[in-house]
């Protein structure tokens, strides 16, 4: 079922351009692949650098996902891998193909909207036909392919329906079965979730991956939602301020941040000052500022012997009674509990302040109290050196 | 409202609610209809009664001096395409009206066509401006609607006639040597149409290009739709509803246009609106101007359904 599917789409996908396209599959290159891409808005006293000589390489079938706060150049990277806007400096790459002198319709590369972009005078049906025609694909093929997409949507009763009859997660579907329709070689999504509210997001996560995994094409995905980028991605690219700070999975981002921005903006963290007393390869020992030394793993690059900042995750630590095996000691300042988990707040110094996350279990009630001296266990290698 | 009767009269307490409403609604409507008297007078006075004159004038004899005769006849109405041969009496067409028709019909179409391939590209200019330059643009695009109908009309002229600016220099370059004949000519009227109404079709084109979500063009050349295709199937679909308005803003006073063809035409290229205009003056016959004047009237509203059919009637074609 799944793979008859991905047959008629791959049948549909190989027209556009003919040539070029059996030698990408021998040696399979990157899906996207942008080379010291920098983009300037303005010119003099209004210039705004959008991206700052940013190269990144997407895979095949990767869930890609860019992520940042607004304005940090992650929709720029989206419209110059659409064709939107071109870059000042760099070039870009479709499957080893150099795409950065072609307009949006010359570039086998499809994109769901922020605000879906619908056609308001065609049907569900002619929006997602829209493609295909323009492809001047026989009327035959558009409408088998038209149903296929409408199934794999799940919108089949929807399809003479007009765009602004149907609801905002409707549309959502409709603005991807509209993209997907040309097969295309790479899929961008710009924040598509974010008009959504809570419940639908959630479906939509999961829709998306499903989408993802059914049609086999390489999603970029753009965000401001570290969670939404935690549990869909395959890759992220943690982007600030035109800059690509850090790319890996889910777990090595979260796991080991290499910046400070990317600890803080992705999940809570504590940051410790350190030491690096000894470096081998990415493992190292720190001491801390309680004199205790812990092992750490340090980041691609990192600098010399020397002070550091290292960054433990609240939940890979352990409140325990001061003592041999806590690594830092300090005043419980308050507790609070949420339920599942309690969050501890350590206050270790005068300024220097610690979370802890624990599970709760059944009878761990009044275990510690605020205002006692209590000891902090790290978990061991739970502690990542940063690269500043 | 109900607050208000019970204070009128104390006794109103001990009424039922029903009662109480009843008076309120009554005198809610006979407040609608006071303020909204002065609107029915100007209406009836400035538009409906006119009319209704025009019809019932249409109907009636000719006098021998202008004016009518009161005295019942269908004269008017046959006259306006038929004729009475004078020597045996036969019914014919009348030659010269329909072929008229025909002109007002055709130059006015030809105007409308002429303002949408000039208006609808201007307005898609000055909607891509910034906010700033648009103002500018704008009020370039409605100066000439300050000068007078007949001012503009002879600044026309100045640049079509023999010794106008065109042929002048055309012939100072040595591309003609004899001045081209432009005036008086159906192009002089089209083109003098034109210029007149050109601002008639570019606001509410332009109007309907600022209010375009130009993320739609996007999603059109990004669905490998090119240029061309984006406006055809993107772009125009979306800005019909404003060149609807503005063909019926440019075809309707074009078909009734009276200055324009009447200076640049000449006497020989008459429009319906000159014809009404002869009815009453020289030919001294007005029920067959009232006449005229309401089948114009008629061919106006053809028009006007016509083209909301076609817009209304759009929405089925896609998908």
């Known amino acids: 079922m799944r793979c008859s599917k991905c047959k008629v789409d791959a049948k549909v996908s190989e027209a556009p351009d003919g040539d070029g396209g059996m030698s990408t599959h021998k040696d399979s290159p990157a899906a996207v692949q942008a080379n010291g891409v920098s983009k300037i808005f303005g010119d003099g006293s209004d210039k705004v650098v959008a991206l700052d000589d940013v190269s990144v390489t997407i895979k095949q079938n990767e869930f890609f996902t860019l992520l940042g706060p607004s304005g940090c150049g992650k929709t720029t990277l989206l419209r110059l891998i659409?064709?939107?806007?071109?870059?000042?400096?760099?070039?870009?790459?479709?499957?080893?193909?150099?795409?950065?002198?072609?307009?949006?319709?010359?570039?086998?590369?499809?994109?769901?909207?922020?605000?879906?972009?619908?056609?308001?005078?065609m049907t569900v049906a002619g929006n997602i036909a829209f493609g295909l025609e323009m492809l001047d694909k026989p009327k035959a093929e558009i409408d088998a392919t038209v149903s296929n997409m409408l199934k794999l949507v799940r919108m089949e009763e929807l399809r003479d329906r007009q765009t602004s009859q149907i609801s905002g997660g409707q549309q959502q579907?409709?603005?991807?079965?509209?993209?997907?329709?040309?097969?295309?070689?790479?899929?961008?999504?710009?924040?598509?979730?974010?008009?959504?509210?809570?419940?639908?997001?959630?479906?939509m996560q999961i829709e998306l991956k499903r989408l993802q995994n059914e049609t086999g094409i390489t999603f970029v995905f753009v965000t401001h939602d570290q969670e939404e980028a935690l549990t869909m991605s395959d890759r992220i690219a943690v982007m600030s301020d035109g800059k690509i700070l850090q790319i890996g999975s889910p777990r090595?981002?979260?796991?080991?941040?290499?910046?400070?921005?990317?600890?803080?903006?992705i999940g809570e963290t504590n940051f410790l000052a350190a030491e690096l007393m000894s470096a081998k390869n990415k493992a190292g020992k720190i001491k801390l500022s309680s004199g205790k030394t812990i092992a750490a793993t340090l980041p691609d690059d990192h600098a010399a012997n020397g002070k550091v900042t290292a960054v433990v995750r609240p939940e890979h630590a352990r409140i325990v009674k001061p003592g041999v095996s806590a690594a830092l000691e300090g005043r419980l300042d308050n507790i609070v509990y949420f339920g599942t988990d309690t969050h501890y707040h350590v206050k270790l110094g005068a300024e220097d302040n610690f979370i802890v996350r624990m599970q709760n279990a059944r009878d761990d009630a009044g275990k510690f109290s605020t205002g006692s001296k209590v000891g902090i266990a790290i978990d061991s290698n739970a502690a990542q050196v940063l690269r500043d | 409202m109900t607050v208000i009767a019970a204070q009128d009269s104390p006794q109103n307490i001990a009424r039922p609610a029903a009662e109480i409403a009843a008076e309120a609604?009554?005198?809610?409507?006979?407040?609608?209809?006071?303020?909204?008297?002065?609107?029915?007078?100007?209406?009836?006075t400035c538009a409906a009664g006119p009319?209704?004159?025009?019809?019932?004038?249409?109907?009636?004899?000719?006098?021998d001096y202008g004016n009518v005769k009161w005295i019942f006849s269908l004269d008017a109405w046959v006259n306006v395409v038929l004729q009475r041969d004078i020597f045996d009496d036969t019914l014919q067409w009348a030659d010269a009206h329909l072929s008229i028709f025909w002109r007002s019909f055709k130059l006015s179409s030809m105007t409308t066509i002429l303002t949408m391939i000039f208006g609808i590209p201007t307005a898609y200019f000055i909607a891509t401006r910034t906010p700033k330059r648009r103002d500018l643009w704008l009020f370039l695009i409605t100066i000439p609607f300050w000068t007078n109908l007949l001012v503009r009309t002879i600044a026309v002229m100045e640049m079509i006639r023999?010794?106008?600016?065109?042929?002048?220099?055309?012939?100072?370059?040595?591309?003609i040597d004899r001045p081209i004949q432009m005036m008086f000519t159906d192009f002089a009227i089209a083109f003098g149409m034109t210029y007149v109404y050109l601002p008639l079709m570019v606001l509410p084109v332009y109007a309907s290009i600022e209010k375009l979500d130009f993320r739609l063009v996007e999603a059109g050349y990004?669905?490998?739709?090119?240029?061309?295709?984006?406006?055809?199937?993107?772009?125009?679909?979306?800005?019909?509803?404003?060149?609807?308005?503005?063909?019926?803003?440019v075809f309707i006073p074009s078909l009734g246009a009276y200055v324009t063809p009447r200076v640049l035409g000449g006497g020989k290229n008459l429009m319906f609106g000159n014809l009404i205009e002869l009815q009453f003056g020289q030919g001294r016959n007005w029920p067959l101007g009232s006449a005229l004047s309401i089948t114009l009237m008629i061919f106006v509203m053809i028009a006007l359904i016509y083209y909301v059919r076609v817009s209304g009637g759009e929405r089925k074609h896609h998908g």
Request: charged residues 20%.
């Open chain 1, 82 to 121: 659409a064709g939107f806007d071109h870059p000042n400096n760099g070039n870009i790459l479709l499957e080893g193909d150099d795409i950065s002198g072609l307009p949006p319709y010359q570039r086998q590369v499809n994109t769901v909207f922020q605000n879906y972009a619908l056609f308001p005078h």
């Open chain 1, 173 to 203: 579907r409709v603005a991807l079965a509209r993209a997907l329709a040309p097969h295309p070689k790479v899929l961008l999504l710009d924040e598509p979730l974010s008009a959504l509210d809570l419940k639908l997001r959630k479906e």
């Open chain 1, 252 to 265: 090595e981002i979260y796991d080991h941040p290499a910046e400070r921005f990317v600890a803080n903006f």
């Open chain 2, 25 to 44: 609604e009554r005198r809610d409507i006979r407040n609608r209809w006071l303020l909204s008297l002065p609107a029915i007078i100007v209406i009836t």
């Open chain 2, 51 to 63: 009319l209704l004159i025009v019809l019932v004038y249409s109907f009636l004899t000719p006098g």
């Open chain 2, 162 to 175: 023999n010794e106008g600016v065109i042929n002048n220099l055309l012939m100072w370059t040595g591309i």
């Open chain 2, 222 to 249: 990004d669905l490998y739709a090119s240029r061309w295709r984006c406006l055809r199937r993107v772009i125009l679909p979306l800005v019909k509803p404003g060149i609807i308005a503005g063909s019926i803003l």
